[in-house]
């Protein structure tokens, strides 16, 4: 089953936007990954940032699950100019829970994509984590603030400048519900600094702070642990058993 692009309105300015955070990202998560050999999966890869680090960092197979198709059109092209990533990423089109993923898992990775999972998928994503990684196995992903419903308020989160052109990205959020918030984000271009186009797009993110995401590993016998800097809410989660 194929979910609804959120990202169309976004995804020309997204995968700019993204690239200076994978330069802090990127060493954290390589570090993470090492000495997997099993496949691994990049959830929700968007343009391939992280599919890039992870090849780096391990020989293992990587299938990138990516359900934007404008998402995935970056994400193709960069796997298919890199000879390191075409010959053995796989890039699928379905949203996580409806892929058909590989059934022993060295590694699933879930980068700046938690809050696209209600509470119930996320205990699925935990299920699929307790039944398929293999001895040794981890996932990593991150939780990104705020990690309450809280509000916040209008902030320029990017600036980038790609020829006569710059473009800003804004973003303020709201709560919508007990564990809920709404992104309101606004991409400004400026041609030779005139606003020239101004792009807006909303979404919905569940929200989950560090003692709910240990109580609900708990529950499926998965332990998480801080990897990476503090500021980057990182976590390595592996087996109770491991
Ligand atoms: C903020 S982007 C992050 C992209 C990438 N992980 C990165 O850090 O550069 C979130 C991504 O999650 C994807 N996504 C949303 N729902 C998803 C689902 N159910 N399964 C897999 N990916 C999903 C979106 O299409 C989008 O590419």
């Known amino acids: 089953m194929r979910v609804a692009d959120e990202y169309e309105r976004s995804a020309e300015f997204i995968d700019v936007m993204i690239a200076p955070h994978w330069a802090v990202l990127g060493p954290p ?23 890039r680090v992870m090849a780096k960092a391990v020989e293992a197979e990587i299938v990138a699950v990516e359900p934007s198709p404008a998402l995935r059109s970056v994400l193709m092209a960069r796997v298919n100019e890199a000879a390191e990533l075409r ?21 699933v990775v879930a980068m700046n994509v ?19 990684l293999v001895p040794g196995g981890r996932a990593v992903l991150n ?15 990017a600036d980038v400048r790609l020829g006569r052109r710059r473009y800003e990205g804004w973003g303020r959020a709201e709560p919508a519900g007990p564990d809920r918030i709404t992104w309101h984000m606004t991409y400004r271009t400026y041609h030779d600094d005139r606003l020239t186009d101004e792009v807006t797009a909303s979404y919905d993110w569940w929200v989950l702070n560090e003692q709910q995401l240990t109580a609900e590993l708990a529950g499926h016998d998965l332990k998480p642990a801080r990897t990476g800097p503090a500021e980057l809410g990182m976590y390595l989660i592996r087996r109770g058993d491991a």
């Open 29 to 51: 998560l390589e570090e993470a990954l090492r000495g997997i050999t099993d496949p691994v999966v990049d959830v929700g890869a968007g343009g391939g940032h992280g599919t």
């Open 114 to 132: 938690l809050g696209h999972f209600a509470p119930a998928d996320r205990q699925r994503i935990w299920t699929l984590l307790a039944e398929r």
């Open 87 to 107: 010959d053995r990423v796989t890039v699928l089109p379905e949203g996580l829970l409806d892929a058909e993923l590989p059934h022993r898992l060295g590694a």
């Open 143 to 157: 939780l990104q603030p705020p990690t309450e419903p809280a509000t916040v308020p209008e902030t320029r989160s």
